[in-house]
Every structure is written in C-alpha cells, then in structure tokens.
C-alpha cells in the first residue's frame, strides 16, 4: 500500500533499534511520562466530578431548588403550588416556611435555620426523608413543637430523641431596642444525617409550628417550595413563576444560599485541572529533547535523503510524524488506563482500606466516608485532545532544525 515519504520513514524510526540506546530510553519516559500526566488528569478529574456530584446531590437535595416568597403570608398556598406546577420544569411545589435563630441547651448556644415543613408531602422535594436516622419525619405533629435536627447538632449538644432543647428567635416589639427575644421549647423527635454542613446548621418542624412561633394563623406560610429538573434553570424558572402570579411574590433559588460553595468547586476544579496539565506539557515537551538527539542521531541519513531530492518540508515531516506517533501513543495508553483507573478508584481505595487497615476517609472526619468518581466523556476528550495538541507542538522546533541541516556539511562531520 502507498504511503507518503514522511509518514513511512518517520513511523520505521519510531519503530527501528536505534544505535543509540540512550535516545531511545529518553523516547520512552518522554512516552510514559505523557501517559501518566494524562491518567494522572483523568483520574483526579474525576474524583473531583465524584465530590461535586456527591455535595450537590446531598446539600441541594435538602435546601430548595427554588422558592416563591409571598411579600406577606401565604393564606392559602395550594392556588399558587398549583400554578407553579403548569411550568412543565417543575417537578413538585410543597409549602415551607423558613426562620433564622439560636439553639440553647445547658449554657450552650448555637445558630441554626429552622424550616418549617408539611411532612407528608416533603418527600417530593427533599432527600431528609431518606437519611432519618433515628425518630421518623412523621413525629412532627402540629402544636407539638417536634424538632428533627442534624447529625451534628445532635451530638454537640448530645442529643437524642425525646430530649428537649430551646430555640431562642427574634420578634419585633415595641420595647427601645425593637427587638426581643422570643424563647420557644421544643422536643428532639428526630436526627437526620446527610452527611454535609448541613447537619450542623438545619432544623425542622411541622409548619404550623413555625406559623405559631411567628404569630401567623396555623395555615400560613413564607413561601412554596419548587423542585425543578434542571437546577440550572432554577433561576430562570422561579423568575418565571413569580411574574405570572404578580407583584405579591418573589423568587428566590438555591444560587443565592448556595452558588458561592459551587462555583467555588467549579474554580478549584479548573485550577487543578490547569495544575495538570502542566505535568502533561513538562511530558510533552520531553518529546523535544527526544527529537533533537534523534536529529542528531540521524544527521547523515538526512544528508543522504537530501541528496537523492527530498525536500525541507518532507525532512521536516519526517520528524514531526515520529514526534507525534509518540505523543498519541502516550496519550492513548493514559487515557485507557485513566478511565480504567476512574472507574475503579473507590474499590481500589476500599482494596486499600481493607489492607492496610486504615480508613482514609472515616465518617467521624469528612462528610464523605468513600471516595466518589464521576467519569465525563468530555473530559476525556479535552485531555486527550490536549495531550494531542502539545505532543504535535512538540515536535515543530526538532523538525524545524533537521530541515535546515545542510547535506554537505552532515555528511562531512559524520
């Protein structure tokens, strides 16, 4: 089969003994060293794709998506549940109430967000209902003045069921400072764990609780809660329902509570993202010490195909060609063994914890007991392709030089 000059002699270098065994050692590190920059991108990539997914998951499965806040309280808030629910990105509207205070036990003091809920229909919208580890959701009666608290606020305080704990708030008065506070005792009736921030600083109770606290009737409530498909769109949707009910409500959604912790991720996804691929670019440019020595290496071979009419160019190509097979057989293997490795990496921790021992990621310290992995085909694609791109990169300078070697003066020297 035909193949062109450059491609047939520049793929018989990569493949021929050289005589200097010291070049071709240097062509194989510059091979692997590509290779396990780019597993290296790969894998890393996608534990932190594992973390994101794990912590949006937990902590936007438990605050809302989107709300529509009335400017007074809700009297009734099925009609607006309702007309939420005609936007076909609305997957559940569910009536909630939320309160900033203080937990008070035993001289000790903490802030928390108390939300005020139905529990019969907080399924829909929220992941509680799942990670209820002791007491049930369903404890918490009207006029009870039931809590079901975080995992974490329950053993700081060391907690469990059926204690009974004070949540001081505060309401305006008429005194001189215009605000006193209002001391509300309430009984542990449940502990959550979601295995976030959140069960430090999150509270419930039945929302004609809430309402009682804050002087409202048993029936109203701040606000409805929206569960959207897409949590992108939260915004968009949320903005769309409040206009069609007017002036009397307004949106808000989880970007405002909690898009600094996301984009916060996102930013130190990229940063380590662009860290390595710094450790890519030092392996791709290896390839260029590589191609000096082989030009060197191979000085009179090119007089000699200069002198039977081969271009500068082809000459050129010749190298660029050997460069570039190196760095996609590089990339390549990495890449094959980065998406091996990312879709193995909990059970090859888990294989570790077991041998050793040791847990690297025990409860009682992260949120997250297991090491997450979320491979993106995207991504995938980027490195790669980037390992592409600066393998090819690589091989201009080389390339350049063994063109302009002067036949004459290589086979004089050699």
Known sequence: ??????????????????????????????????????????????????????????????????????????????????????????????????????????????????????????????????????????????????????????????????????LIVPEASTAPGGITPRLQRLNVVGIFKVGAELDGTMGLIHMADAAAIQHWEPNQVQSVRLAVKDLYAAPQVSQQVAAGLGEAYKADDWTHTQGSLFSAMKMEKTMIGLLLLMIVAVAAFNIIATLIMVVNDKGADIAILRTIGATPRQIMAIFMVQGTVIGIVGTLIGGVLGVIAALNVSELVGWMERVTGQHIFSSDVYFVSNLPSELQGGDVALICGAGFVLSFLATLYPAYRAAKIQPAHALRYS
């Open 1 to 166: 089969m035909f193949r062109p000059l450059s491609i047939f002699i520049g793929t018989r270098y990569t493949r021929a003994k050289r005589r200097n065994r010291f070049v071709s050692f240097i062509s194989m590190t510059s091979m692997i060293g590509l290779a396990l920059g780019v597993l290296a991108m790969i894998v890393v990539l996608s534990v932190m794709n594992g973390f994101q997914r794990e912590m949006s998951n937990r902590i936007l499965g438990m605050v809302p998506h989107a709300t529509i806040v009335g400017v007074k309280p809700i009297d009734d808030w099925r009609p607006v549940a309702e007309a939420a629910m005609k936007n076909p990105e609305v997957t559940a509207a569910v009536p909630f109430t939320e309160l900033d205070g203080m937990l008070s036990y035993k001289g000790s003091m903490q802030p928390i967000q108390i939300s005020g809920i139905d529990p019969e229909q907080e399924g829909k919208v929220s992941i509680v209902t799942q990670h209820i580890v002791q007491g049930s959701l369903q404890d918490l009666k009207p006029d009870e003045y039931g809590v079901v608290l975080g995992d974490i606020v329950a053993r700081r305080f060391r907690l469990g069921v059926g204690d009974k704990i004070t």
